[in-house]
């Protein structure tokens, strides 16, 4: 069965931090580009971050470029999200999702998590 399991989140202070972890199971975690989401209420979802299979170079939303880092453990089969100097604007589920290309016939294929829910209220 092929899985992605979130896990990390919570509640925190503005100007704290969290450690987001992203467990997969059931495929080749190597082969894909992983990336983290998140949606807030009433918003739609959008990417926060990427890593390729390779580990680099690594693209940020321009909302997180300076305090998030997202990182991979192909060995683990996990991929993280290090949030430092967190923001009320911040909150929303975060989504893990892993990505591939088949190919120009086959197209992609893709998994998500089912989100953690990360809150930054004082």
């Known amino acids: 069965q092929r899985q992605l399991v979130e896990s990390g989140g919570g509640l925190v202070q503005p100007g704290g931090s969290l450690r987001l972890s992203c467990v997969a199971s059931?495929?080749?975690?190597?082969?894909?580009?992983m990336r983290w989401y998140r949606q807030a209420p009433g918003k739609e979802r959008e990417l926060v971050a990427a890593?390729?299979?390779?580990?680099?170079?690594?693209v940020y939303a321009d909302s997180v470029k300076g305090r998030f880092t997202i990182s991979r453990d192909n060995a683990k089969s996990t991929v993280y999200l290090q949030m430092n100097s967190l923001k009320a604007e911040d909150t929303a589920v975060y989504y893990c999702n892993a990505f591939s290309v088949l190919g120009v016939i086959q197209g992609v294929i893709q998994y998500w998590g089912q989100g953690t829910q990360v809150t930054v209220s004082s």
């Open positions: 059931g495929f080749t975690f190597s082969k894909y580009l």
């Open positions: 890593i390729p299979s390779s580990g680099g170079p690594t």
